[in-house]
């Protein structure tokens, strides 16, 4: 005799910390995300010389 339908064990997704893990991982952004946007960020010293350097007027 075979069992009933719904007499059959839950598919485990894996423990209450690893559920919350995932959600914390998919809200923060990728990491590769974070680098690109502080590469692209200029640093404070390359900002005051870029403003140092037009006002003394050069332009390159």
Known sequence: MT??????PRKSEGTRLGQFVKIARDA??????RQLVARLRPQSAQRLAAYLRIARGQQS
Do not use: E, G, Q, V
Request: hydrophobic content about 25%; charged content about 15%; cysteine-free.
């Open 28 to 33: 923060s952004p990728h990491h590769a995300t």
């Open 3 to 8: 069992r009933h339908l719904i007499d059959n």
